[in-house]
């Protein structure tokens, strides 16, 4: 809990002492969210039908409906770069790279150093 309280806190007060009022703070940060739930549904999109093959139950239908929520998903993804918005907003899509970039470090230094916390986490994930 300590992992995710103590960057949000920490978040929060570099935007107070910035003087970043509350409603733009807001709107950064969930625009940064944004991106990441678009990722993940696009993953889940794109890997259903991949799920659905292995367990033998392909279907057209199923890569049809993934094509589909892929280009819808591609929409608000679009409409957020292009055009360009104006001021802080114009940023957050590459904060929101930067911050998949360290998660992907973070992921290779567990692989690479710590192979055997790497099962641990996918085991407590597996069992929960």
Known sequence: MALITVPALATALVFT???????????????????????????????????????????????????????????????????????????LPYVFVALLAIGLGWFLVLRVRFPGRLRELEAELLTK
């Open 17 to 91: 002492a910035r003087g970043t009022a509350l409603l733009d703070s807001y709107g950064y940060l969930n625009s940064i969210a944004t991106y990441g739930w678009l990722l993940a549904y696009v993953l889940v999109a794109n890997g259903a039908p991949l799920y659905l093959h292995r367990q033998r139950r392909p279907r057209a239908r199923h890569v049809v409906i993934s094509v589909v929520a892929v280009l819808l998903l591609a929409i608000p993804l679009a409409g957020s770069v292009y055009p360009v918005p104006g001021g802080v907003y114009a940023w």
